[in-house]
């Protein structure tokens, strides 16, 4: 298993949550306010120059209005193509 931000399924879950977040149309400043952390959490993150944790996926999601169960299904059941994780984001 490869433990880096580079990996192809860590940057499915990345773009997941991008398109959820455009999708709920918030930008990155309000996101990260919500969060209580300066937007440029959200744009590293984003950037896959830092990781997330559980934590911090539930988190997001929650604070998108997303169902974070629900999305983490979402990720897990869209296999392939980062595209084929951001068809259908969830709230």
Not at 12 to 30: C, G, M, P, T, W
Not at 40 to 56: P, Q, T
């Amino acid at each position: 298993m490869q433990k880096t931000l580079k990996s192809a399924d860590y940057a499915r879950l990345i773009h997941l949550l991008v398109a959820v977040r455009k999708a709920a149309d918030v930008r990155q400043q309000a996101l990260a306010k919500k969060l209580g952390k300066p937007q440029s959490f959200v744009a590293k993150y984003e950037n896959g120059e830092r990781r997330l944790d559980l934590i911090e996926f539930v988190a997001i999601a929650r604070a998108l209005g997303a169902d974070p169960v629900k999305l983490f299904k979402d990720y897990v059941a869209a296999k392939g193509s980062p595209k084929a994780a951001s068809k259908r984001p969830t709230k």
